[in-house]
């Protein structure tokens, strides 16, 4: 490996940039991640990664404008004792080194199987980093892991040229099987599989409240698992017809919500959820907005005795009106969902992308990321300029990182 002392990285400084005086990430040099087992003990279960590409998340969204994850970041940052934080937590890239216990403990030495943990082997991985000893661990519960920490938000993460990773956290590419660009979003999409294997979607109508990226993969997956009818529902009619495109059979926009009472529910949106539905309610909903006001129009369009599958919010307080009829009464079933079961839900997410002939891999690449206009961005031209402007101009953006 080329030696590097330092390496570009989009960081948030808790002390430089300040929390509630700045927005967004800047690109400073860091110093070049290495493993270094005798001060390090635990680098000897982790590896260097040259990344390729790195998925923008809703999340890194959250961060760059403040609104999400704030004691999450500034809390991390104390315990570290340290100002600064490499972002990002959507990869795939290159294993360039391996910590001398990993072959050991990760490497399949299965021959018939392609994809390896190994020096040359192309990896994404979860960015759930969990303690492997917490009760919910060792019940093989690691996504509520009581001590977990998130690249890119707790620990380090991976918007830079070359990252450290705990190589337990890692899943093998096959890049013949699913495009890198792709691979990198594994991650978001292993959400999106972890929220519609959460219930029975069989012959279920169901309402995917927040068409963003993890909404649309969402869609693009109820259709594949036998949802009866799929009803999208956002504020942006660009996402709402991609939506359609993915497969929704029905879409329908919504206001942005009044700030005053920013958790009131839509009753334009759930009278027409209720036409749609023959007065019942769909029997599932999706809250993949992250808005208060998403909540309730959840609970508010979901039949007696149905699912609501909590995703979206990230951070803060949230009012739930007339709790006990909406809710109790009507026997409703919230499910929290955080993260992807790690591997279960990765290897749903691998079989999904892989089989061409579902048609997710190429729906993902032709209409979420636009055949890769405007979508691919290059990490080292970054500015904060045209980087907000991609954003907000599409539902899903990647860097390519290196070549
Ligand atoms: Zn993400
Ligand atoms: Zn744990």
């Not at 705990?166 to 999409?189: G, M, Q, T």
């Not at 949106?269 to 769909?282: F, N, Q, S």
Request: net charge positive.
């Amino acid at each position: 490996m080329a030696s590097k002392n330092t390496i570009k990285a989009l960081t948030f400084d808790s002390k430089e940039d300040g929390w509630d005086k700045s927005r967004g990430f800047v690109m400073r040099e860091v110093p070049m991640p290495v493993l270094d087992e005798k001060k390090n003990p635990e680098d000897a279960l982790s590896v260097i990664i040259k990344m390729r590409y790195a998925g923008v998340c809703g999340s890194d969204r959250g961060l760059w404008y403040r609104r999400a994850f704030k004691d999450m970041a500034l809390d991390s940052l104390k315990r570290e004792k340290k100002t600064l934080r490499i972002t990002g937590h959507e990869f795939v890239g290159e294993i360039v080194e391996v910590g001398s216990m990993v072959s050991r403990l990760y490497h399949d030495p299965d021959e018939k199987n392609p994809v390896k943990i190994e020096k040359g082997s192309l990896v994404s991985g979860d960015s759930h980093v969990t303690c492997g000893r917490c009760y919910q661990c060792r019940i093989g519960e690691g996504h509520v892991c009581m001590n977990e920490a998130i690249l890119g938000i707790s620990i380090d993460g991976i918007f830079a040229e070359y990252v450290k990773v705990p190589a337990r956290n890692l899943w093998a590419v096959d890049e013949r099987r699913v495009r890198p660009e792709i691979a990198a979003i594994y991650d978001p999409f292993g959400n999106a599989v972890h929220a519609t294997t959460k219930v029975d979607f069989r012959g279920q109508r169901v309402a995917v409240f927040g068409a963003g990226a993890i909404g649309m993969f969402a869609i693009l997956l109820l259709r594949r698992f036998g949802a009866a009818k799929v009803i999208a529902v956002d504020v942006n009619e660009a996402n709402l017809k991609m939506a359609k495109e993915l497969g929704a059979h029905e879409t329908i926009q919504i206001k942005k919500t009044n700030k005053k009472n920013e958790w009131e529910a839509d009753k334009d949106a759930i009278a027409r959820i209720m036409e749609l539905t023959y007065g019942k309610g769909v029997d599932v909903s999706m809250e993949m907005a992250g808005a208060p006001a998403s909540f309730n129009n959840c609970i508010q369009a979901t039949r007696r005795g149905g699912h609501v599958i909590a995703f979206g919010i990230k951070d803060g307080d949230m009012t739930i009106p007339d709790f006990s009829r909406q809710i109790v009464v009507r026997g409703l079933t919230i499910h929290g969902v955080i993260g992807r079961e790690i591997f279960k839900t990765w290897q749903i997410a691998q079989r999904m992308l892989s089989d061409k002939s579902n048609g997710i891999q190429d729906a993902i690449w032709n209409v979420i990321l636009k055949g890769g206009k405007g979508t691919i961005l290059d990490f080292a031209k970054f500015t904060p300029e045209s980087f907000e402007k991609s954003m907000d101009e599409h539902p899903k953006i990647v860097f390519k990182v290196n070549g």
